[in-house]
């Protein structure tokens, strides 16, 4: 751990929060006031005592370097992960104005990390000893996958029957039917442990209530559903990537058995979407040597941040496998060499022609991709009626940004940075769109300009 | 994104398979070539298909007529603490966390000096704190000039694309266009005669700062063809280096056909001691008031004027008074009013301003006459007289209400120079506490000199022994935290840490004393390096 005194920037601080309610609480404990004994060490840790409503203050420490993320301890009773205190702590380090000076950990934290390391260590060798015992009885775990795969051939199967059915009827009538009937649908799915299928089938039933063009788009639904199940039913005959992708996309996810790519990954960028049971964080990861994207998913229960979180903008040093599945773009983290640090490393960019296209050839790996990541390089956002597009600076073509990006905040910043001049911009695109995520200035001479997060 | 249109392999158009799966294959059987499987899962073989080729043959669209590019921001880019410092500030958006405050500043109330600050250094704005730095304006017309001084042709080229923001295009006359300068005489009549009101007034108010003559003549130019309700805001507009050169012109309007154009005329006028105006005023004003020897001690006698003639009428004096108010007072106050104060000292004998305030004036119109005498001391700025109503800060009737009201009196410490007015203001609240400061402590330069510093922080530490609660000053205390010397923090360590409560204190109170006065303390350090970040290298 070599990143002596990189202080993140504040955005990247509260990218970590995990709600705007601890955002606001986070930034109101950013000042010098309620701390003190603050400090920093070289290893990338940070402490210090926060004065709160009692008597005795508030133990707040952060490991910024772990190789396995940013670790937070505190001796508040919050049950916010990361709390404010430790938000507010990073925040105030982040202003770097003195307030947390470089300096030997105190006793209380020093205890926690020495816990933490032997912990770390330990976990590493147990991992090494468990993956031997997994595969201890092979013929029992063959039995259950069996039994779960028997499970999804006859939700497939049932499924099948409902579309079959729908059609049948008309999608006019199942207007009327109403949230009910997919409800339903979904839950035997869950039922079948196809929760790929169960996920597909729960949005089939908002789409009728989704404004002008909605048959075409369920009946775009349907039938990519119903491939989906027959892929599944047929899954012997198709080629291996293909078969392993329709097994992640019924909900077999697989385990993230590629091998390892050694890399500097810069994050690109990261969002999070969730319903009233889980908080799913997307991490887009872009490999200045390999040149690979790779998307990194996290998961938290409602109300609290997943876990994993990595500053925009910055790169690190680290380990990524792929999942099983042709052109599979998620990975999993694996060991972290560095910590997250200021990197010049900029995505090359593409066209839009050419990012249409990257879309089209995606779907020939995985047909049931909504959109793909790419980088647009010298684009200009262009308001065009009531929406916006992504102009290509050097020809007449552009890419239309999806509905929801037209309702975001993050569309002003990514038309303020541009100002009608060029700019670089990641996102997904895909059939409804463009959707953009992080954007760059071009910048004066040689200097790239600062990732901007538009999500 | 356009799809290819479908033609080939299943044979049937796109618009085909919906009509039938939104009828029902039962309804609508599919013309297509039969494939010996059931209608339904044909169909939705055939959607499954052309959903595909449909999505992989996405192609660009057309561009649309790209903006004009913003112009370019040639001022320096913030110092990436500072730029970092503005994102924390503009987080803190009001009406989100509610309830109190605690110990934590309220980094909304210090956005207005960050960005006085970063004008005075003349940085660019962050483009992509535009929009936050536009919504925070939007919804604090007070912020409106600094953020939109900051926020430069961009924040405007913005706004035009966004309907949320038009504000700042209302603000900025000419759609941000930049106003021709005194030296494009041929742009500035064309606007002259063809831009709207506001453009007007603000091409107006640019060139009188640069040479009062321009814009006066060129005033004069179009003056009787202009409206009542424009000539008026056009004449205000001279208020700014108003000068003798100016007499002629005001003169003139004295003879307008609006009353209100006549008498803010006759005000202008009036700010001009040597103007004609002032001399007849004077003339007037002077014949009311004088001194009786008669008696022991020197006695200022009134006689208020009978009538209101022409003449006075002609020079702004208001006829009709307010309803409640005598007549003739209500002329003497006007008389007195736009009288040079200078002419006193003549009809007094020499005496100076502090002597002739000093006089006690006959039958009840001491109030009348030094509350004239306050007016005329503001409009035409005269520190000498200022000084001599103000009185000496610590006499008793400065704190009750007196001759002069507080409002005046903020009025007059306006006239004077920083230091003498953070003095005054300094000892009156050592006398008379903080309940009646509040306004005079807004008048003050912030920030706020060393004495009256001290003395605001002792007054809230009496405050504070004396038993009440920290709320009752809120209003001082938040001047505090914004105009308070960084640099006092020092001194208010003691005061933040807990105290005990005194006998008679109200219940919790010195823990809400504390509490405001770490407040206090996190502020000013926080002003402090935010001062520190903004320092160019």
């Known amino acids: 751990m070599?990143?002596?005194?990189?202080?993140?920037?504040?955005?990247?601080?509260?990218?970590?929060?995990?709600?705007?309610?601890?955002?606001?609480?986070?930034?109101?404990?950013?000042?010098?006031?309620?701390?003190?004994?603050?400090?920093?060490?070289?290893?990338?840790?940070?402490?210090?005592?926060?004065?709160?409503?009692?008597?005795?203050?508030?133990?707040?420490?952060?490991?910024?370097?772990?190789?396995?993320?940013?670790?937070?301890?505190?001796?508040?009773?919050?049950?916010?992960?990361?709390?404010?205190?430790?938000?507010g702590l990073l925040l105030l380090w982040a202003g770097d104005d003195g307030a947390v000076p470089p300096g030997q950990a105190p006793d209380w934290a020093e205890q926690w990390l020495s816990g933490r390391r032997a912990r770390a260590a330990e976990r590493t060798t147990r991992t090494g000893a468990a993956s031997g015992a997994a595969s201890a009885d092979p013929e029992a775990a063959r039995r259950r996958a069996e039994r779960r795969a028997e499970r999804i051939t006859a939700g497939a199967t049932e499924l099948e029957q409902r579309l079959t059915d729908l059609l049948r009827g008309g999608l006019a009538a199942a207007e009327q039917a109403g949230y009910g009937l997919w409800e339903e649908t979904a839950a035997r799915m869950v039922d079948a442990q196809a929760p790929g299928l169960a996920a597909r089938v729960r949005e089939l039933g908002a789409i009728p209530g989704s404004g002008p063009g909605w048959p075409v788009?369920?009946?775009?639904?349907?039938?990519?559903?119903?491939?989906?199940?027959?892929?599944?039913?047929?899954?012997?005959?198709?080629?291996?990537?293909?078969?392993?992708?329709?097994?992640?996309?019924?909900?077999?996810?697989?385990?993230p058995d590629g091998p390892p790519v050694r890399d500097r990954w810069l994050a690109l960028a990261q969002y999070d979407t969730s319903d009233s049971h889980l908080t799913t964080r997307r991490i887009w990861l872009h490999g200045a040597e390999s040149g690979r994207?790779?998307?990194?998913?996290?998961?938290?229960?409602?109300?609290?941040?997943?876990?994993?979180?990595?500053?925009?903008?910055?790169?690190?040093?680290?380990e990524v496998s792929a999942y099983p599945g042709a052109g599979q773009l998620r990975a999993a983290l694996g060991e972290r060499f560095t910590a997250p640090v200021p990197a010049a490393?900029?995505?090359?960019?593409?066209?839009?022609?050419?990012?249409?296209?990257?879309?089209?050839?995606?779907?020939?790996?995985?047909?049931?991709?909504?959109?793909?990541?790419?980088?647009?390089?010298?684009?200009?956002?262009?308001?065009?009626?009531?929406?916006?597009?992504?102009?290509?600076?050097?020809?007449?073509?552009?890419?239309?940004?999806?509905?929801?990006?037209?309702?975001?905040?993050?569309?002003?910043?990514?038309?303020?940075?541009?100002?009608?001049?060029?700019?670089?911009?990641?996102?997904?695109?895909?059939?409804?769109?463009?959707?953009?995520?992080?954007?760059?200035?071009?910048?004066?001479?040689?200097?790239?300009?600062?990732?901007?997060?538009?999500c | 994104m356009t799809g290819t249109s479908s033609a080939a392999s299943s044979g049937l158009p796109w618009e085909e398979l919906v009509t039938t799966a939104l009828l029902g294959t039962d309804r609508r059987t599919s013309p297509g070539p039969g494939s010996g499987r059931e209608a339904p899962v044909a169909l939705l073989d055939a959607a499954a298909v052309e959903t595909v080729r449909r999505r992989a043959g996405i192609r660009p669209v057309r561009?649309?007529?790209?903006?004009?590019?913003?112009?370019?921001?040639?001022?320096?880019?913030?110092?990436?603490?500072?730029?970092?410092?503005?994102?924390?500030?503009?987080?803190?958006?009001?009406?989100?966390?509610?309830?109190?405050?605690?110990?934590?500043?309220?980094?909304?109330?210090?956005?207005?000096?960050?960005?006085?600050?970063?004008?005075?250094?003349?940085?660019?704005?962050?483009?992509?704190?535009?929009?936050?730095?536009?919504?925070?304006?939007?919804?604090?017309?007070?912020?409106?000039?600094?953020?939109l001084a900051f926020a430069g042709a961009r924040a405007l080229w913005l706004a035009r694309l966004n309907t949320d923001w038009r504000f700042a295009l209302r603000a900025a006359p000419g759609g941000g266009a930049a106003l021709p300068g005194p030296d494009e005489p041929e742009r500035v009549r064309r606007l002259w005669q063809e831009g709207l009101f506001a453009e007007r007034v603000a091409l107006l108010?640019?060139?009188?700062?640069?040479?009062?003559?321009?814009?006066?003549?060129?005033?004069?130019?179009?003056?009787?063809?202009?409206?009542?309700?424009?000539?008026?805001?056009?004449?205000?507009t001279l208020r700014a280096g108003l000068a003798a050169a100016d007499e002629p012109f005001l003169e003139g309007a004295l003879a307008d056909r609006s009353r209100n154009v006549r008498a803010t005329a006759?005000?202008?006028?009036?700010?001009?001691?040597?103007?004609?105006?002032?001399?007849?005023?004077?003339?007037?004003?002077?014949?009311?008031?004088?001194?009786?020897?008669?008696?022991?001690?020197?006695?200022?006698?009134?006689?208020?004027?009978?009538?209101?003639?022409?003449?006075?009428?002609?020079?702004?004096?208001?006829?009709?008074?307010p309803a409640g108010r005598g007549e003739r007072s209500w002329w003497l106050g006007q008389l007195v009013e736009a009288a040079p104060l200078g002419v006193w000292s003549r009809r007094f004998g020499g005496r100076t301003p502090e002597e002739i305030v000093a006089l006690p004036v006959a039958d009840d119109w001491q109030g009348e006459l030094h509350g004239a005498w306050c007016r005329a001391a503001v409009r035409q700025r005269d520190a000498g007289w200022s000084r001599a109503l103000l009185g000496a800060p610590?006499?008793?009737?400065?704190?009750?209400?007196?001759?002069?009201?507080?409002?005046?009196?903020?009025?007059?410490?306006?006239?004077?120079?920083?230091?003498?007015?953070?003095?005054?203001?300094?000892?009156?609240?050592?006398?008379?506490?903080?309940?009646?400061?509040?306004?005079?402590?807004?008048?003050?330069?912030?920030?706020?000199?060393?004495?009256?510093?001290?003395?605001?922080?002792?007054?809230?530490?009496?405050?504070?022994?004396?038993?009440?609660?920290?709320?009752?000053?809120?209003?001082?205390?938040?001047?505090?935290?914004?105009?308070?010397?960084?640099?006092?923090?020092?001194?208010?360590?003691?005061?933040?840490?807990?105290?005990?409560?005194?006998?008679?204190?109200?219940?919790?109170?010195?823990?809400?004393?504390?509490?405001?006065?770490?407040?206090?303390?996190?502020?000013?350090?926080?002003?402090?390096?935010?001062?520190?970040?903004?320092?160019?290298?």
């Open chain 1, 2 to 87: 070599t990143q002596q005194g990189v202080r993140w920037t504040a955005e990247q601080v509260l990218a970590m929060a995990p709600d705007a309610a601890s955002r606001k609480a986070g930034s109101k404990l950013a000042v010098a006031g309620p701390w003190s004994q603050a400090g920093t060490s070289d290893e990338g840790t940070v402490w210090g005592l926060c004065k709160g409503s009692g008597s005795k203050p508030y133990q707040t420490i952060v490991d910024v370097a772990d190789s396995a993320g940013p670790a937070y301890k505190c001796s508040c009773p919050s049950r916010k992960f990361p709390c404010k205190h430790a938000l």
């Open chain 1, 217 to 255: 788009r369920l009946l775009e639904e349907c039938a990519l559903l119903h491939l989906l199940d027959q892929g599944w039913l047929r899954r012997e005959r198709l080629p291996d990537g293909l078969a392993a992708t329709v097994h992640s996309r019924v909900g077999l996810s697989g385990s």
């Open chain 1, 293 to 318: 994207t790779a998307l990194l998913l996290s998961y938290g229960a409602a109300g609290r941040a997943p876990e994993l979180s990595l500053p925009v903008g910055l790169a690190f040093e680290a």
């Open chain 1, 345 to 454: 490393v900029r995505p090359p960019g593409v066209t839009p022609a050419e990012a249409a296209a990257r879309y089209g050839e995606a779907l020939r790996d995985d047909p049931w991709l909504d959109s793909y990541p790419v980088t647009l390089a010298r684009v200009i956002p262009v308001p065009d009626g009531d929406s916006w597009q992504l102009t290509d600076a050097d020809s007449d073509l552009a890419l239309p940004l999806t509905p929801s990006a037209r309702s975001r905040p993050g569309l002003w910043r990514l038309v303020a940075l541009s100002g009608g001049t060029p700019v670089t911009v990641f996102g997904e695109c895909g059939h409804r769109g463009f959707t953009p995520l992080t954007a760059w200035a071009e910048g004066t001479e040689g200097t790239p300009g600062q990732a901007v997060a538009l």
């Open chain 2, 63 to 147: 561009a649309a007529v790209r903006p004009e590019p913003a112009a370019a921001d040639g001022r320096p880019a913030l110092p990436p603490a500072a730029a970092r410092r503005l994102a924390t500030l503009l987080a803190d958006r009001p009406g989100t966390g509610g309830g109190r405050r605690g110990t934590a500043p309220d980094l909304m109330e210090l956005l207005p000096q960050w960005l006085a600050l970063a004008n005075a250094y003349g940085y660019a704005a962050p483009p992509e704190a535009l929009p936050a730095l536009l919504d925070a304006a939007r919804g604090r017309t007070d912020l409106r000039p600094a953020v």
């Open chain 2, 205 to 236: 108010t640019a060139l009188r700062a640069h040479g009062p003559a321009t814009a006066r003549e060129l005033l004069a130019s179009t003056w009787p063809a202009e409206r009542a309700e424009d000539r008026l805001m056009f004449l205000d």
């Open chain 2, 266 to 321: 006759a005000e202008l006028l009036s700010a001009l001691p040597s103007s004609a105006l002032a001399a007849r005023m004077a003339q007037r004003a002077t014949a009311c008031v004088a001194v009786d020897r008669t008696s022991g001690t020197p006695t200022l006698v009134v006689e208020a004027p009978h009538e209101c003639d022409p003449g006075m009428e002609r020079d702004g004096v208001q006829p009709k008074a």
């Open chain 2, 394 to 537: 610590s006499t008793p009737e400065a704190g009750g209400p007196g001759a002069v009201s507080l409002a005046e009196r903020a009025k007059l410490l306006a006239t004077l120079d920083d230091g003498e007015r953070a003095e005054w203001v300094a000892g009156f609240i050592g006398t008379h506490g903080l309940s009646e400061a509040f306004q005079l402590l807004g008048v003050c330069a912030v920030p706020w000199a060393p004495p009256l510093g001290r003395a605001v922080v002792d007054a809230l530490d009496i405050a504070r022994d004396a038993g009440s609660y920290p709320w009752s000053f809120s209003g001082v205390m938040g001047l505090a935290e914004r105009c308070l010397d960084p640099a006092e923090a020092v001194r208010l360590d003691p005061l933040a840490a807990a105290a005990e409560e005194p006998e008679n204190a109200a219940p919790g109170a010195g823990g809400y004393w504390s509490e405001a006065f770490q407040r206090l303390t996190t502020t000013l350090r926080l002003r402090a390096t935010m001062q520190a970040e903004l320092t160019p290298l």
